[in-house]
């Protein structure tokens, strides 16, 4: 299993049969090499959106178009995908969809949801969603934007994630403390891979303050954008 960083909250997960491009906002991304779009999308299978904000769904419909990957997301923003001339699956918190062997079931998380890119007015979105992505002996939690919430509690127990990938910036979401906070209160992760950090002045620069609230049998990953993590 291969994770590979995009910048802000994108990552591409090789897992089971299945290349996932979670969040892939690249057009615009400051932290995103421009000239390395096509080796960061190359093979994608499936597209998961955890949102529809434009800095994690602005380029869904396009990436759809080139790789021919549908867009997995919740149902209202899949609809409003489709629409727009993506490929789409829409499902709902709770439901699992079996992605070339890599489970991939949908969860909660506490944030805002609106459709706020392509020059729109904001519009409704659904809901905020993480998501538990099973496969090749590890489970992923990839949490989306979210604080602290007590279902981390349940999701924690139910789905025993190794693996977490925690938006943990502040300002928008969780900062390095809460989500040092959570990952010890409710998960027993071996590995936590920080996002939604680094992208502006606003977010937290590094997560240093997250490694130093976790205990020592739990590594923090801080790789480099196209840096890929074998596991």
């Known amino acids: ?24 906002w690249l057009t615009g991304n400051p932290m995103f ?6 080796e960061a999308v190359a093979g994608a299978t499936h597209i998961l959106l955890t949102h529809a904000h434009g800095d994690h769904a602005a380029d869904a419909v396009d990436l759809s178009a080139a790789t021919g990957a ?11 995908l489709n629409g727009q001339g993506a490929n ?10 079996d992605l070339a062997g890599a489970k991939v ?7 805002s949801a609106s459709i706020d890119f392509a020059g729109k007015t904001p519009m409704p979105g659904g809901s905020a969603a993480g998501f ?14 979210t604080d602290i919430m007590a279902d981390m509690a349940w999701m924690a127990e139910y789905h025993q994630p190794d693996i977490g990938i ?16 959570a990952a010890r209160k409710y998960f027993n992760f071996r590995w936590v891979i920080p996002c939604h950090y680094r992208t502006f002045p606003v977010l937290a620069q590094d997560a240093s303050a997250l490694r130093a609230g ?14 890929p993590i074998l596991f």
């Open 214 to 227: 976790l205990p020592e049998n739990t590594q923090v990953i801080e790789h480099e954008v196209l840096d």
């Open 33 to 38: 090499p421009a000239e390395r779009r096509a």
């Open 70 to 80: 549908p867009v997995c997301c919740i149902h209202e923003v899949s609809e409003w």
């Open 105 to 111: 079931t949908m969860v909660n998380a506490v944030h």
């Open 1 to 24: 299993m291969q994770i590979t960083w995009l910048g802000h909250s994108g990552f591409r997960i090789e897992i089971e049969g299945a290349v996932l491009l979670v969040d892939p």
């Open 88 to 97: 789409t699956v829409g499902f709902g918190k709770g439901g699992t969809l």
């Open 166 to 181: 925690l938006s943990c910036g502040g300002h928008y979401t969780m900062d390095m403390d809460r989500a040092a906070w």
């Open 132 to 145: 538990m992505i099973a496969g090749d002996g590890h489970t992923i939690y990839v949490s989306g934007d």
